[in-house]
């Protein structure tokens, strides 16, 4: 049974951290010889790792793979600070393209530690973002991710007054929420961010998806296994309801006989998926009564270029999208 509607989430896909970070490495892969670092993955999405690396960037995970004096971007989401440290050595020239959001996080963890906190951090073990945020203050930040974390962070906090509570900007608001208030619940004085530390554009991609999950028969996530906010958003799919599910880079991996009998399917992108890509995924779907774009909210967010590029570029950054920049380079190698 061919798919007969295809239900777009809005807003999907780049976010403004995304949008900067991509931007940054493609203006250095114009004004440095090749090659050009980067340390980690610029973002989590493997068809863009791609695409850079067609254009001679070299992803590492060490710094000492980074010879003196070369060129070198530190991913969007954020470095320990002796990783900075170790960037910055050797008459590099070092673009630190960490998420505003992220150094938000940075900060307060930080901040709180300096006071006295223990610091508990709900996060992923092993992502990028987690492992730089517990680096800022390592005897300080108790990582938890189950229930199970929670309950043996809480045991080892000396002064119930002396609680924070951050978390990875790329969570699923249901990952946090269970957590925060049982934190909330044990100590009173818990102290927590004005604004929560999960990404607002995290956020707007979850309410757009429970939006439409609610509608399909079956949804599609587009985006790579290791991006965090990709995989909240499957979670937020079956949360709400949907039983047919898929995760899929592009529209080379879906299998369309995995959609037998949905007729309605929904599609939305990961923070740092390309939109290209999901419009090839809505081609190789062919809905037969066409798309309809489901809007929850605008995005207008805007992430200037990192300070160490703002004399190189052009005045015009904020009117010239990632993907145009990525396209442009891209032709211009062929």
């Given at each position: 049974m061919p798919v007969r509607k295809v239900l777009l989430a809005e807003p999907r896909g780049f976010c403004a951290g995304v949008e900067m970070a991509i931007k940054a490495l493609a203006w250095m892969v114009r004004l440095f010889p090749a090659p050009v670092y980067c340390f980690h993955e610029i973002v989590h999405n493997r068809l863009i790792v791609e695409r850079f690396e067609d254009l001679g960037v070299i992803f590492v995970d060490d710094i000492d793979d980074v010879p003196p004096g070369a060129p070198l971007m530190l991913s969007a989401h954020g470095s320990a600070p002796q990783i900075v440290a170790a960037?910055?050595?050797?008459?590099?020239?070092?673009?630190?393209?960490?998420?505003?959001?992220?150094?938000k996080v940075h900060h307060e963890a930080r901040v709180r530690a300096e006071k006295g906190y223990t610091i508990l951090y709900v996060g992923h073990a092993g992502h990028d973002e987690a492992v730089g945020t517990l680096a800022v203050a390592p005897d300080a930040i108790r990582l938890v991710e189950h229930d199970t974390d929670l309950h043996r962070a809480l045991a080892s906090v000396d002064d119930p007054e002396k609680v924070a509570l951050l978390a990875q900007?790329?969570?699923?608001?249901?990952?946090?929420?269970?957590?925060?208030?049982?934190?909330?619940?044990?100590?009173?004085?818990?102290?927590?961010?004005?604004?929560?530390?999960?990404?607002?554009?995290?956020?707007?991609?979850?309410?757009?998806?429970?939006?439409?999950?609610?509608?399909?028969?079956?949804?599609?996530?587009?985006?790579?296994a290791n991006s965090s906010n990709t995989i909240a958003l499957a979670k937020v799919a079956t949360a709400a309801g949907c039983v047919n599910v898929l995760r899929i880079d592009g529209p080379a991996e879906l299998d369309l006989t995995a959609l037998d009998g949905a007729s309605v399917v929904g599609v939305t992108a990961g923070a740092s998926a390309p939109e290209d890509?999901?419009?090839?995924?809505?081609?190789?779907?062919?809905?037969?009564?066409?798309?309809?774009?489901?809007?929850?909210?605008?995005?207008?967010?805007?992430?200037?270029?990192?300070?160490?590029?703002?004399?190189?570029?052009?005045?015009?950054?904020?009117?010239?999208?990632?993907a145009e920049v990525l396209a442009d380079l891209v032709r211009a190698s062929e």
């Open positions: 960037a910055q050595s050797k008459e590099r020239f070092v673009v630190n393209a960490v998420c505003p959001l992220v150094t900007t790329t969570l699923a608001l249901h990952d946090w929420e269970g957590l925060a208030t049982e934190a909330r619940d044990r100590f009173p004085h818990l102290w927590t961010a004005t604004r929560n530390d999960l990404c607002f554009a995290t956020t707007n991609r979850q309410s757009a998806l429970s939006a439409i999950a609610v509608q399909a028969d079956a949804v599609v996530v587009i985006g790579s890509v999901v419009q090839a995924v809505i081609a190789k779907l062919a809905p037969t009564d066409g798309v309809e774009l489901v809007h929850v909210t605008d995005e207008d967010e805007y992430f200037p270029p990192p300070r160490e590029l703002r004399e190189l570029i052009p005045a015009d950054d904020r009117t010239i999208s990632a």
